[in-house]
């Protein structure tokens, strides 16, 4: 009779993978700004990633651009696993429970949360819907 090995036997052999639809969730920040060429300043706080534009709006609008040209290149380059893992960035399985939502935290001052969804490449048969994956097994 033959044996399977084991992963633990043979630790570069390839687990089965597949993609599946996932998120991550940012946070948005957008507050005045004491520049002379805009109003406002915006940040991803996680990514630190940043922007600014004359109004709240404006500057919404362009952190929104700024960090989904940041999350579409690293997740081309294959890049995404690695920065969110460094970054302590949970990655979760399925569509988000919740959409995205604005809190003014003080005078002058907004923030967002963001959800950004993306293909998740996971082990096979292991998870499921709702399920946060250990980014360093992505």
Not at 69 to 76: F, H, M, R, S
Not at 100 to 121: G, K
Request: proline share 5%; with cysteine.
């Amino acid at each position: 009779m033959t044996r399977m090995a084991t992963r633990s036997e043979h630790p570069t052999a390839e687990i089965p993978r597949h993609k599946v639809l996932g998120y991550v969730t940012l946070t948005l920040r957008i507050f005045q700004s004491e520049s002379v060429h805009c109003s406002y300043a915006s940040e991803c706080v996680e990514l630190s990633v940043g922007s600014c534009g004359r109004t709240i709006d404006e500057a919404l609008s362009n952190i929104i651009e700024a960090t989904e040209q940041y999350l579409n290149a690293i997740q081309e380059s294959g890049e995404a696993a690695r920065v969110f893992r460094k970054k302590g960035i949970p990655t979760y399985l399925g569509e988000p429970r919740e959409e995205a939502r604005s809190v003014i935290t003080h005078p002058n001052e907004l923030v967002q949360i963001f959800l950004y969804r993306m293909l998740v490449d996971v082990p096979d048969g292991v998870l499921t819907p709702g399920t946060h994956v250990q980014t360093a097994s992505v």
